[in-house]
């Protein structure tokens, strides 16, 4: 006889305008106000609104300039990464003292598998006094949906907000997604959205009514994923939340330059805050990424397999090894990234036959200062001509940091 299978609970966990609730925790007098948070200048995108921005029609990913002619008495914040990552641990912190298994799926959206505890516990009340827990610990606001999957759940969640919850219990997934547009489904982007509208498919019910073979037909296996979740179908597991295994930072400049002195402040400015973040996280990276994207949108990359370090004395001359080696002179740089990979835990190692304790102490110093004052107040004279580099911490599964405008 089959065995039937036991539904499961899925608790999808979303931070409402994550990055406007931090600044709002900083300054209470933004409350209510038009917020936008991104690139300050006109070539900057619009990386997280308010509500209240939204309503003049404003969404992230439009263009800052575009943002502002909509809103022109919307308050401009570039962001302060460091800010955003010490919040979203904090989050994750109670989130992994409260629950046995969780997956981060980025630094403001959580799943929650709580799956066989509603043996011992309803899920329901767990997944409210979750929600409590982290408002009352955080003072952020947060909404969740809970069902027997990632999709549904992420779903409900988007319908709950603001700041509010929904469950939808097992069995009524198809009913629930049914009226929805299909723009709600994960995965539907713009061109897939107008491919459906093509078809006479704007709404989850009608989706959920073709055949399955047919929309295979248009859209390969995308298409077939997609037709079971406007079903209410999505078997995928949460996945244990893991480290990540590089980290990375990139300046999109607001006019190409060619100017050699600003490009090398800049680059040993990138590579000081990275090592540093080594150190922080307690990590050594093993292979060193320069990428240049000139004027005319070519990019280049060159990388280095180096010992395990995260030390500068060791790191940074590399760096300017490769920076040498794959500029192109007379040609106008528009964007410049570092990435370290192959990341591993430990420390700094001083090495046998080598005056490096007096380095290593150096290190210690500058990295309490940084911690506790800020790790731009402390920092090489060759870096001190770039602008000031906003932190975050980088280990904890976030995307990149709000370094420059990201229309690259």
Known sequence: MKQEISPRNIMHIDLDTFFISCERLINPQLIGKPILIGGISDRGVVASCSYEARNFGIHSAMPMKMAKRL???????????????????????????????????????????????????????????????????????????????????KIATSEAKPNNHLNIFKGLEKSFLAPLSIRKIPMIGEKTYRIFCDLGI????????????????????????LWEKANGID?????????????????????????????????????????????????????????????DFQTYTIQKKIPYSASDQVILPIVMALYKKLYQKRLLVRLIGIKFSHLVGGGHQIHLFENSENMFNLYQAMDKIRDKYGDRLIMRASGFGAKTISRWNPFTGEPPPLLANRRT
Do not use: W
């Open 71 to 153: 809103c022109p008495e919307a308050i401009v914040l570039r962001g302060n990464s460091e800010t955003y990552s010490k919040h979203s641990q904090n989050v994750t912190d109670i989130i992994r003292d409260t629950v046995p298994l969780y997956e981060k799926s980025s630094i403001d959206e959580f799943y929650i598998d709580l799956t066989g505890i509603d043996k011992f516990y309803d899920s329901q009340n767990l997944s409210t006094e979750l929600r409590q827990k982290i408002i009352k610990e955080t003072g952020l606001p947060i909404s969740f949906g809970l069902s027997s999957n990632k999709t549904v759940s």
């Open 202 to 225: 704007r709404k989850i019910q009608t989706l959920q009514e073709m055949p399955i073979n047919m929309i295979s037909k248009v859209l390969g296996e995308n298409g077939t994923k």
């Open 235 to 295: 078997l995928r597991p949460v996945i244990p939340y893991q480290e990540r295994k590089s980290i990375s930072t990139e300046r999109t400049f607001n006019i190409d330059t060619i100017d050699i002195g600003k490009l090398k402040s800049l680059l040993t400015a990138m590579t000081e805050n990275l090592i540093f973040q080594l150190r922080r996280g307690n990590k050594l990276t093993s292979c060193i990424t320069l990428k240049l994207r000139y004027s």
